[in-house]
């Protein structure tokens, strides 16, 4: 299936969450499937049988993006493993090409000019520069990941969905070990000094993969997130080692305004067979199957955009800040 050195440990999460808010997290240890969701051979459950093996010496296996021709049944029960899959959905990559002006000459002509327009509104309200900052070695990640936690912080994705760069312990020696190891690649977009957009990926073979984004909504009318990914994508594309570079699973704009090509994919989870995995996995899969219902019925009666907004208001999602120099 897969050759050994594309198995790594990481930390992963079941997140309970109800609408758009989180409000809890279930972590676990796993051993992580590195091979890109474009080279997997085989279908799932040809995958699911030869890792199962691995839950002999590990509590979890998690292959992050599998790919997929229909939708997996979301639980899977033998004798060997519970596979969970609690997401099914589309993946984004770049097959980034020669250069950055080949890359963007590939784009559609509709988002390439609106890109276009985002960048020289930027630069023009900047005072005529893009002020974006590469993080890669160990000294450079001390730098970098404070100030990308100050942006992180203030973006709705952190107070709503629990999802901004990790706060931890265990994440702040990850960075480390992957800088340490020439893997890290930090990003940050600064308006007049000031941090306003932050991406941080990780590097796995000749693959880049975006693993956090986010911006500062008060800078929003400056469209801080698209610009940084541009900016940062010219970058890497510009070092001429990466086959791939790829923003993970999820629907979102800015991932169909960049990527070069997409897949359908599940996120899938074995766990030992344990009545303790068992109750968590249904305890989350009834989570989500009544978030679900809820978002279905607020949507038919109109009420899901207003809710939405309310919530988000709640959570102090500030509305952007007029930047009219002076």
Known sequence: MTAPQEWTDAFHRLKFVFGEYCFYSAWFEAVE???????????????????????????????????????????????????????????????????????????????????????????????GEIDLRCYRSPAEAKVFYPLACGVSRK????????????????????????????????????????????????????CLRFRWIGYDPAFGDLSPGIVLLHQALASAIAEARFALIDFGSGEAQYKRIFATGSVRSATVFLFRPTLRHLATVAAHCACTATSDGCSVLLGRFGFKERVKRYFRARLGMRPPRSLSRT
């Open 155 to 206: 973006t709705y994705q952190r107070n709503l969905l629990d999802v901004g760069l990790p706060e931890t312990t265990e994440f702040k020696a990850q960075l480390r070990g992957e800088a340490e190891h020439g893997a890290m690649r930090g990003y940050l977009l600064f308006f007049e000094g000031t941090a306003v957009a932050y991406a941080y990926g990780a590097v796995c073979s000749d």
């Open 33 to 127: 499937l590195a091979t890109h969701v474009t080279r997997f051979e085989g279908c799932l459950d040809a995958t699911a049988a030869a890792a199962a093996p691995l839950l002999q010496r590990h509590g979890a296996v998690a292959i992050p993006s599998h790919p997929i021709s229909a939708k997996p049944i979301r639980l899977k029960i033998t004798r060997d493993y519970l596979r969970y899959v609690p997401a099914a959905t589309i993946y984004y990559f770049i097959e980034p090409g020669t250069s950055p002006t080949e890359y963007l000459g590939r784009m559609p002509r509709k988002n390439r000019h609106e890109l276009l327009r985002k960048l020289r509104r930027f630069t023009e309200r900047s005072g």
